[in-house]
């Protein structure tokens, strides 16, 4: 089993900052892919961002360039730094470990992007 805790979410207005974290722990595999996925109301979720164990990364469409996903193996932490956010961006976002076909999730933090 892997538990998965996010933190960093909270209200801002658009244009600005915030950073999510996530820390993981229990039965962490050395390869594996963390990332963040995030679902606004009456939406389906949806990728924001991965990265592998080896540092590979992919961004959904609507974040790329605005977005900077990163991770500490030694810590067992994922990071989602959202920059230029938007009231679209407005969402709860979930973090992601995914091992093999198994996935975890985390309990999701609120972000709101006021306008």
């Known amino acids: 089993q892997v538990q998965l805790v996010e933190s960093g979410g909270g209200l801002v207005q658009a244009g600005g900052s915030l950073r999510l974290s996530c820390a993981a722990s229990g039965s962490i595999f050395s390869i594996n892919t963390m990332g963040w996925y995030r679902q606004a109301p009456g939406k389906q979720r949806e990728l924001v961002a991965h990265?592998?164990?080896?540092?590979?990364?992919n961004y959904g469409d609507s974040v790329k360039g605005r977005f900077t996903i990163s991770r500490d193996n030694a810590k067992n932490m994922v990071y989602l730094q959202m920059n230029s956010l938007k009231p679209e961006d407005t969402a709860v976002y979930y973090c992601?470990?995914?091992?093999?076909?198994?996935?975890?999730w985390g309990q999701g933090t609120q972000v709101t992007v006021s306008s």
């Open positions: 992601n470990y995914r091992w093999t076909i198994t996935n975890y």
């Open positions: 990265i592998s164990s080896a540092g590979t990364t």
